[in-house]
């Protein structure tokens, strides 16, 4: 009974087996086909809560090896900042099969507070499932002392420019920690030049309790248009190091403002010239001891324009005269920077040749400027030391060659006479008294012969002048006799001349005008103001100018500027500030002329202000 039991049992196992044995392999191979084994993406966060400016890792995860060119971060740029990414691949082999995992750590930074969700990142032809991020607002960043440990400063020299005029910007970053990954901003506006000044300059200050590094660093500024110019905000984006990780950081200044004068109505100089003050240095060089007429002589020009550009500074130009010739070179700029600001230094070197013998004066070097600290028009002269000009070798040789010629020619000079009586006259003409000439009668005894020879001698000393030189009076007379028979039939002819043939054009004939009437030029003139036409503004204005005050009143745009308003004549000065200038800064605009113009015509002021700043300025 037992022996047939345990056979029984031990035949119920075998039977067990083979009946779970295939099943249990069936399950096995469904279960290495089900998704737990499949290809996969896997995305993870290091926290789920965080704070702004903190980074926030993202790892991703392959199971596959064909990843192609890696995970589409694109979807994350709506709502995070990619500051960087780095992979890594890991392979196992086991029992004949290979597992490839590969791994994505991307650092996000959040754009703002609030609830976000990861969306699916898709690698290859798989994606993750997405995550949910919350950001919470993050507390100020202060130390013991409550003290930020970042600021930053920003202010300039002047906030009330006059046009082109120097401005500093200084812009100062304290900072009590240690920054990486550094990001600071450049002011910068359309309508301004700005480049800098200097390299930053480093010092230490403290501030309520904090020991801050102050980090200076200063450009320079060139207002381009007059009005209120806007800089923006300074900012500085920096990573450091907090008890909880590592941080980002965003700290700006207060924005700066510039109101910008625009030309006063006052200047009369040549070429508009802001500046702190104008420094002039002439030097005359001699290239020999003795300079005589035709030697070159160098005459050096320095100008030195504080607080100015040298290409802002009018070259000199002086014209040739009867007493010397003038042959300029190109002038040289050079600019010198300090933390005061700008010096700009134009140097010209001028070959002179003196004409004519004698003391050589130049001109006096002057040069019109606008003080901007006392905001009132200067003049800056120089005058330069004159030289002795020697005359030429050759014409005191001349001279005697010319003095020994006529002493060989006259036998007189070649053999002076004896030394003479009391009489001053000539001896062949001395007169003598009768009792002399009984003495002398009775003494020589001189025939009659003898005093008519005499006689025949004095009358041929008597005669000075030669045939040679009778022939020279006949010929210059004979000349001025053919010049005044030329100068009379000349003038003959033409008072003979009908006056149509004489008549001068007029400028109305000379450039007539293309519109019919005032109306018409002055529409043409706002429409080209409107369209920001600087080329055609001159043809324009004068158009309209002559329609309106006529050809006798008009000659130019100064005359412009002489009848209209000092609003106008202003924003003249700078169209043409722009029209000349060889490198401008930006396009003219011209809607505030062709107001100024519309406000002249009509006598009526603009309905508001604020309009007006409105279409200046677009942008703000």
Known sequence: MVIQRCFLSQHSKKAIIRVFLPMMLLAFSALLSSPLFADSVTASLNKTVSIENEIVQLTLRADFSDTGNGPDLTPLERDFTILGKSQNSQFSFNLGTSTALNFWVV????????????????????????????????????????????????????I??????????????????????????????????????????????????????????????????????????????????TSTGRRMIKVQSEPLGLQVLPIPASYTGNAWLPSQGIKIDTRLRKTTESPRVGDTLIWTIDIKAKGALPEQILPVDFASTRDYKLYPSTPDFSTQK????????????????????????????????????????????????????????????????????????????????????????????????????TTTNKNNSPSSNDLSHVTDD?????????????????????????????????????????????????????????????????????????????????????????HRWGDSEIRGVEDIKRLTTVKVTQLLMEAELMMYSSNPAHEWYGAPLADALEEFYS??????????????????
Request: charged share 20%.
């Open 107 to 158: 650092n996000l930074m959040p754009k703002s507070v609030g609830t976000f969700e990861i969306p699916p990142i898709k690698i290859g032809d798989h994606s993750s499932q997405p995550i949910r991020l919350v950001i919470k607002n993050s507390p100020q960043l202060l130390d013991s002392n409550g003290n930020p440990p970042v600021i930053i400063k920003a202010e300039t020299s002047d």
């Open 160 to 241: 009330e420019p006059y046009l082109q005029q120097e401005v500093i910007i200084r812009v100062e970053l304290l900072t009590s920690v240690s920054l990486t990954n550094v990001n600071r901003s450049v002011p910068s506006h359309p309508d301004l030049v700005v480049e800098r000044l200097s390299d930053d300059q480093m010092t230490y200050q403290n501030v309520n309790g904090t020991e801050y590094q102050v980090i200076t660093r200063e450009y320079l500024a060139f207002p381009q248009r007059s009005g209120l110019l806007m800089l923006p905000p300074q900012s500085i984006q920096a990573m450091v190091s």
């Open 338 to 437: 300090s933390s005061d600001g700008v010096v700009g230094q134009q140097s010209i070197s001028i070959e002179v040749v003196p004409t004519t013998p004698g003391l050589l004066t130049l001109p006096d070097v002057r040069i019109d400027y606008w003080d901007t600290e006392i905001r009132a028009l200067q003049t800056a002269v120089s005058k330069t030391a004159p030289i002795e000009i020697a005359p030429l070798p050759f014409a005191d040789d001349s001279e005697t060659n010319s003095s020994t010629s006529a002493n060989e020619s006259s036998p007189s000079m070649a053999n002076p006479l004896p030394a003479q009586t009391r009489s001053v006259a000539p001896i062949s003409l001395a007169k003598k008294t009768d009792t002399d000439n």
């Open 458 to 546: 004095t009358k041929i000393v008597s005669h000075s002048l030669s045939v040679k030189e009778y022939a020279i009076i006949g010929f210059g007379l004979l000349a001025l006799g053919s010049l005044a028979m030329w100068v009379f039939n000349a003038w003959t002819q033409r008072k003979a001349r009908p006056e149509a043939d004489l008549k001068v054009p007029t400028l109305e004939e000379f450039a007539a005008l293309n519109t019919l009437d005032e109306q018409s030029a002055f529409e043409e003139l706002v429409n080209c103001c409107r369209a920001n036409n600087l080329a055609q503004l001159r043809p324009s204005l004068l158009e309209w100018a002559r």
């Open 603 to 620: 006598g009526f002021a603009k309905p508001s202000q604020e309009s007006q700043l409105k279409n200046l300025y677009p942008n703000f």
